[in-house]
């Protein structure tokens, strides 16, 4: 998943906000994960990342995303990232905003 940032005056920025399975594909892509493979197999080689899951930077180890799989085992790369999609769009939608950030959506900005 990605988004696009604010705008913002200057160019130096990113033009996406990767977060989720985007995230977890970029790891991937940059390691020697070779599949099938469990999901321990492909944490342990990915060296237990954290990912993140919203466009605010808020994460989750990929260890604890695996473990919420229903399944250990995994063909291809695709697989592996259509299982973990779920398990981020659960953390995306059931996060609770913490002190602050309820006090900056408070005030009037």
Same mark, same amino acid.
């Given at each position: 998943m990605g988004v696009r940032p604010p705008p913002t005056n200057d160019d130096d920025g990113p033009e996406v906000i990767e977060f989720g399975i985007a995230v977890v594909a970029a790891e991937l892509d940059g390691a020697t994960v070779s599949f099938p493979a469990t999901g321990e197999e492909v944490v342990d080689r990915l060296s237990d990342p954290r990912i993140k899951y919203d466009v605010k930077g808020h994460a989750v180890a990929l260890s604890e995303a695996v473990s919420e799989l229903? +399944?250990? +085992?995994? *063909?291809? *790369?695709? *697989?592996f990232l259509n299982a973990l999609h779920p398990v981020f769009e659960r953390y995306r939608n059931s996060r609770t905003p913490g002190v602050i950030e309820r006090v900056r959506a408070a005030l009037p900005l």
């Amino acid at each position: 998943m990605g988004v696009r940032p604010p705008p913002t005056n200057d160019d130096d920025g990113p033009e996406v906000i990767e977060f989720g399975i985007a995230v977890v594909a970029a790891e991937l892509d940059g390691a020697t994960v070779s599949f099938p493979a469990t999901g321990e197999e492909v944490v342990d080689r990915l060296s237990d990342p954290r990912i993140k899951y919203d466009v605010k930077g808020h994460a989750v180890a990929l260890s604890e995303a695996v473990s919420e799989l229903d +399944r250990d +085992r995994f *063909e291809n *790369e695709q *697989e592996f990232l259509n299982a973990l999609h779920p398990v981020f769009e659960r953390y995306r939608n059931s996060r609770t905003p913490g002190v602050i950030e309820r006090v900056r959506a408070a005030l009037p900005l």
